[in-house]
Nanobody, 124 residues
């Protein structure tokens, strides 16, 4: 079984920065891609960013483009999300996810493994 463990959430004022990390453990695992999603109270889980594991290509939601950066270290099975210029609307629980096979990066249903989530709160 594969486990994903996120860390790095917290509270920050608008304009601040946070870095989230996600480490995978368990059986040997080489995903097709890994992504970050977020879910605010009363809202559906939404795509934030994704990185392909072999080529390192990255894609972002329009709402975070230019402010967030996703990166990965395939040797360490770790992915990060650098979040800059945070806004109150970025407040949510952030989830790391991994997909075994390629497909639509934006759909949560395409991912096979999920972390437990980490809270990010941005105050104005």
């Amino acid at each position: 079984q594969v486990q994903l463990v996120e860390s790095g959430g917290g509270s920050v004022q608008a304009g601040g920065s946070l870095v989230l990390s996600c480490a995978s453990s368990g059986r040997a695992f080489s995903p097709s891609h890994m992504g970050w999603f977020r879910q605010a109270p009363g809202k559906e889980r939404e795509f934030v960013a994704v990185v392909t594991w072999s080529g390192g290509s990255t894609y972002y939601a329009d709402s975070v483009k230019g402010r967030f950066t996703i990166s990965r270290d395939s040797a360490k099975n770790t992915v990060w999300l650098q979040m800059n210029s945070l806004k109150p609307e970025d407040t949510a629980v952030y989830y790391c996810a991994a997909a075994r096979y390629g497909g639509n990066y934006y759909w949560p249903s395409r991912y096979d493994y999920w972390g437990q989530g980490t809270q990010v709160t941005v105050s104005s």
